[in-house]
């Protein structure tokens, strides 16, 4: 590491490194400085001379600051780009990041200390690379447009971050050592969000407009598809993401949002090689609890609820069904209203116009639930939407993904003949070309969504995108569905891991011996370890045989067919051992622990063993 010294440019900034420190000089005011010693934080008027500066570099946004094992780490963003702008402020989305330790090297650590920060820093490199952020300087990306309206004269005065929305903040926890300062250093803490961020201008009728989805991902419960579901004991749960669709034309701005997260019950699926995994519920006292506090939430910030459940309702998924109904039935709530409409059943054999159903079912709800509204000219906020609506299946994306996009559709047909875009008698689905863009965005959001939790993009875009479902679309889908068994099995650990190192869910107890055992270390049984081997050793000659006949120099074609008998039930015991003890060959965290599924009772029998079968495709007549 240098000995010289960083000098960084913020907002856009310049950034200076030398010996001793870095220093981030904004455009305008005080630069902060950042001892590379003692990672104290300071404000200076000057930055460090030239003959002491190592280099010096633009950078656009400090993310934070993280302490591992070798003291702090500086997060900057180095590059950004244009998504659009909302009232005349530039969002942004995140182009790449740069990770600056703040010792020179790492001289004090032990070996076990030295392996530890790489892997920190490995993972910490992982999430920011393999996620999308947006920010705006000057924005509120994690407020609705509702909320920003109503707030005071004093809140809109206080900087960004603080009148930011604590659940989209997703960098609060790397932003603490900026926001616990002495100083005041608020012009140097940005809120990043995660999620997704389109903004398109847009036609019709010959009369311009501006159309745009902003996706908000909640901090709190986070994690992959399989190793965050459910509901915790703060009422948080999995999988949260807030959806505004937004509209503005000359001095009317439209906001209309929608919320999804996982079934508010405690349950888990335990990964085990299998494609539907092992299905467990926890106890009813226990979820009452949890989604009591889940719904006071909600409600306080949304008002009533409209929760639309789409799992199926026999086979797999039924327990979880039962569960959720359940747990509402029991909190007899009048302001919560519950419909299950089984997506897979009810749009099967390509029916996939029968969403409209669903549609009718919940149109007298969506009137009364409403909109916002809001004349900027004259700050009059004409129209509030009163409730919102929350929509489930089981991982929260393709099902839910393809609902909200047409809820959000038959809200977006009134709000534009609202305001006199469209004629009273003309439908949005007539508008070609704005149709094209809509369904593209919407899947785009799906595929946004999807990727951060499950590894791969959405299922069933090409309903999305072209408003018809296609065989080639269910080819795809189940070349994703292939493509998640992969990574949720054997990837999603490290993946899980680099979520809660960035998100403060996992934080290193300094106070500790340096020799402490390392939460990197695995210790798996030795036939976990040599079977993996042994199966890649038989397919390998089973190849190998095959493709050369001779290679074994049998005369015979009963020794050549017995050999290649022989390979094969090597390979099937193998996997039928592997699927047998399916628990010690998958991924697992190891950085926070799961929640002990020994307390939770299992569903049901037919659960024990799960599934080969994706449930996407069991229910589809498509090949």
């Known amino acids: 590491m240098s000995d010289k010294l960083l000098v960084l440019k913020l907002f856009v900034n310049s950034r200076y490194i030398t010996k001793n420190t870095y220093t981030v000089a904004p455009e305008a005011g005080s630069n902060l400085v950042v001892d590379r010693n003692s990672g104290n934080l300071s404000l200076s008027e000057t930055i460090p001379a030239a003959n002491e500066q190592e280099s010096a570099s633009t950078i656009y946004g400090l993310l934070g600051l993280v302490r591992f094992w070798a003291g702090d780490y500086l997060l900057t963003i180095t590059q950004r780009e244009l998504v659009g702008s909302i009232r005349g402020k530039s969002i942004y ?39 999308t952020f947006y920010f705006s300087y000057d924005y509120d990306l994690t407020q609705s447009i509702q909320r920003q309206v109503l707030f005071e004269a004093d809140q809109l005065k206080e900087p ?20 616990d300062a002495k100083l005041d250093l608020s012009s140097f803490i940005l809120p990043v969000m995660q999620g997704f961020v389109e903004v398109n201008k847009c036609q019709i009728n010959n009369k311009e407009f501006v159309w745009g989805l902003i996706t908000r991902r909640s901090r709190h419960r986070p994690g992959t598809r399989y190793f965050s579901r459910g509901i915790d004991e703060r009422g948080h749960v999995s999988n949260f993401v807030e959806t505004e669709q937004f509209v503005s034309y000359e001095n009317q701005e439209l906001s209309y949002v929608q919320t999804r997260g996982s079934i508010p019950v405690f349950w888990a699926q335990v990964i085990n090689l299998k494609y539907t995994p092992r299905l467990w519920i926890g106890e009813n006292k226990k979820n009452l609890a949890a989604a009591r506090a889940h719904f006071d939430e909600q409600i306080r910030i949304y008002g009533p609820q409209i929760l639309v459940n789409l799992i199926n309702k026999k086979g797999y998924e039924l327990p979880m069904g039962q569960a959720y109904a359940r747990t509402v039935e029991q909190l007899n709530d009048p302001r919560i209203f519950y419909t299950h409409f089984d997506f897979h059943s009810e749009c099967s054999k390509m029916r996939w116009h029968r969403i409209q159903l669903l549609v009718d079912q919940l149109k007298d709800k969506l009137v009364e639930q409403g909109y916002a509204h809001y004349d900027t000219a004259n700050a009059n906020l004409k129209k509030m ?22 809820l959000a559709r038959w809200v977006l047909t009134q709000q534009l003949r609202d305001i006199g875009i469209l004629e009273a008698n003309q439908k949005l689905e007539d508008q070609a070309d704005f149709m094209q863009n809509y369904r593209n965005v919407w899947a785009d959001n799906a595929d946004g969504v999807s990727c951060v939790y499950s590894g791969t993009g959405a299922l069933k875009t090409d309903f999305t995108r072209t408003g018809q479902r296609t065989k080639v679309g269910a080819l795809k889908d189940l070349q994703n569905s292939i493509t998640r068994y992969v990574k949720n099995n054997f990837m999603d650990g490290n993946r899980q891991d680099a979520f809660d190192l960035f998100l403060g869910q996992y934080q290193l107890e300094f106070g500790q011996s340096p020799y ?95 599934n080969m079968v994706p449930p996407e495709l069991q229910n589809e007549d498509v090949l």
């Not at 603080?162 to 932003?175: G, L, Q």
């Open 160 to 179: 960004l971050y603080k009148r930011a929305d604590e659940r989209f903040f997703w960098n609060r926890f790397v932003s603490s050592k900026l926001i």
């Open 93 to 131: 989305r995140v182009g790449s990041f740069q990770v600056l330790p703040l010792a020179h090297n790492l001289n004090k650590l032990n070996e076990n200390q030295k392996s530890q920060e790489q892997k920190f820093v490995n993972l910490l490199e992982s999430h920011l690379k393999n996620n």
């Open 385 to 406: 939407q009163t409730s919102v609506v929350r929509s489930n299946c089981m991982d929260c994306l393709d099902r839910t993904n393809v609902v909200q996009s047409t």
């Open 516 to 610: 402490a055992h390392s939460p990197f270390k695995e210790e798996k049984p030795l036939r976990a370890r040599v079977v993996p081997y042994i199966l890649i050793y038989a397919l390998f000659m089973l190849v190998l045989n095959l493709v050369r006949p001779n290679y074994s120099g049998f005369k015979s074609y009963t020794s050549y067919f017995l050999l290649l008998l022989f390979w094969v039930s090597v390979l099937i015991s193998g996997v039928r051992f592997a699927f047998k003890h399916g628990d010690q060959f998958v991924q697992w965290p190891h950085l926070v622990q799961l929640p002990s599924t020994e307390e939770i009772s299992e569903s049901s029998a037919f659960t024990e063993k799960g």
